[in-house]
């Protein structure tokens, strides 16, 4: 099933509008980066399955993932109507019923405590992207940016809340939870590179500050993490059905229905919240299976198709796994050794304390478990729909499936123009322009910790009409 809509509204637009913040585009401090990992002593591996749920319901996971109460607890929505909608028509993505007939589709309205109709941000806010012009459901959203000061925005969002309810209120009470998380991680999910993506830390940031065992709000953190925030490209979500562990370093092993409502940890109260979560992400992970990567809009060169085919098998098949008929994924690892990108991200989840936290918590003790399990190295993801998922690597480095395939070209720092239809055909990703510097709205650069283009150079011995029939064929996956 492929989800194409019209184009959609920018929705970060809508949500600087709904909590005014200050923008500051400073870098974060480095100093208590981890060293990187070395010898790792082995090439590849390839990681098991674990024991899934595999008797969710399609229709009833698209609902709730559209208009469920998984975060648990946001904004009245009094507030979001007032202050973000602003008689806006709806973008009709998610075509919902009731009160979110007109909400944008990255935000839902939904009941929190007290009954309150209280208003967060969706799965959609970054596992739905517009490419071409059109919106794509399950398409990871590169065209985010964390670049602001979150405490501020947390700060505004308090005061705006004191004046217009007081504490005492019933709209404090839904709001508490989700005003109590995003405070805390508000200091470590700014980035310093546009279309980064924090996930990870700012679940991290959340649990430092949940109890272990029912899941509750400790205002004294579990832990302590570094100040600089590891961000990523955001992977589509149609590679869940063929993967045995979750993240770009197979770090989520287990049950995915506990490793999927991640998000979830920015707002429910407490366990209880939790396992209803996990409960109807059983339905949610069937709605995920039914997904298909849209096809490739444009002409593709087939004279080019059975050479780049047979050049694909030899080079990228052993990591990436084999189409068409005998398409078969091996879930391999790939060691930071071989693979050489940037290693700060997997060196930094070898030793963080989220992961000792998470295997003795509510999520590894109760069935259904999961657990995580970091690995030296990323794993090498399945390629469909690759020629919508730019940019490239797990960092997001490298703008053009060309210049992944020819390490010698690829730029250190490289410009996109911030629009969704602006697309290369010939390269595969987006159209840039190379720039002397990081300094610009939709400028990354490659020089900072954790952004690095290097690596992944199995391309580099191929001519470039041999990378031409690779590419060739990758439009067809």
Not at 79 to 103: H, Q, S, T, Y
Not at 162 to 171: L, T
Not at 281 to 288: L, S
Not at 377 to 396: K, Q
Request: proline content about 6%; hydrophobic content about 35%; glycine content about 8%.
């Amino acid at each position: 099933m492929v989800l194409y809509f019209p184009k959609a509204i920018e929705m970060r637009k809508i949500w600087l509008v709904l909590f005014t913040g200050v923008l500051l585009y400073a870098c974060s401090s480095v100093k208590d980066l981890p060293p990187t990992v070395t010898n790792t002593g082995w090439k590849a591996k390839s990681i098991p399955a674990s024991p899934q749920q595999n008797d969710g319901d399609p229709e009833a996971g698209f609902d709730y993932i559209s208009n469920g109460d998984y975060i648990g607890s946001g904004i009245p929505y009094e507030v979001f109507e007032k202050r973000a909608l602003k008689g806006k028509m709806a973008d009709g993505v998610l075509d919902r019923p009731g009160i979110n007939e007109k909400l944008p589709y990255t935000f839902t309205a939904f009941k929190g405590e007290g009954g309150v109709e209280v208003v967060n941000g969706n799965c959609f806010t970054c596992h739905a992207a517009e490419i071409d012009g059109k919106t794509v459901l399950g398409l990871g959203n590169s065209f985010s940016d964390f670049r602001i000061s979150f405490k501020t925005l947390a700060k505004a969002m308090d005061l705006g809340m004191k004046v217009r309810f007081g504490k005492k209120s019933e709209e404090w009470a839904a709001y508490k939870d989700f005003r109590d998380y995003f405070r805390a991680s508000a200091p470590y999910i700014k980035t310093n590179q546009p279309g980064a993506n924090p996930a990870a830390v700012l679940a991290e940031a959340c649990v430092m500050h949940r109890n272990p065992e029912d899941l509750t709000y400790s205002e004294k953190p579990n832990y302590t993490i570094p100040d600089y925030a590891i961000a990523t490209d955001v992977p589509p979500l149609w590679h869940l059905k063929k993967k045995n562990a979750l993240y770009y370093t197979a770090v989520g092993r287990g049950d995915f229905t506990k490793l999927l409502f991640q998000a979830s940890v920015l707002g429910i109260a407490d366990t209880t919240a939790a396992r209803n979560a996990i409960t109807n992400f059983k339905d949610v992970i069937a709605w995920i299976k039914t997904i298909e990567p849209p096809a490739y809009p444009y002409d593709i060169d087939r004279q080019y198709l059975t050479k780049g085919a047979i050049l694909y098998e030899k080079n990228c098949s052993e990591c990436h796994g084999s189409y068409g008929l005998h398409s078969d994924y091996p879930n391999k690892v790939v060691s930071l050794d071989a693979i050489k990108t940037d290693p700060l991200y997997a060196s930094y989840a070898m030793r963080a304390p989220i992961v000792e936290w998470y295997n003795e918590s509510w999520f590894a003790t109760s069935e259904p478990t999961s657990y995580f399990e970091p690995e030296a190295g990323y794993i090498a993801p399945p390629l469909d729909g690759i020629w919508a998922t730019a940019p490239y690597l797990h960092n997001g480095s490298v703008p053009t499936l060309e210049d992944l395939l020819n390490s010698y070209q690829r730029p250190t720092y490289w410009k996109r123009s911030g629009k969704t239809e602006d697309y290369d055909r010939e390269k595969v990703g987006w159209n840039y322009t190379t720039e002397k510097n990081g300094k610009g709205k939709w400028n990354y650069d490659t020089t900072l910790p954790g952004y690095s283009n290097a690596g992944h150079y199995y391309g580099d011995h191929l001519t470039a009409d041999e990378r031409k029939a690779v590419i060739e064929y990758l439009k067809t996956l």
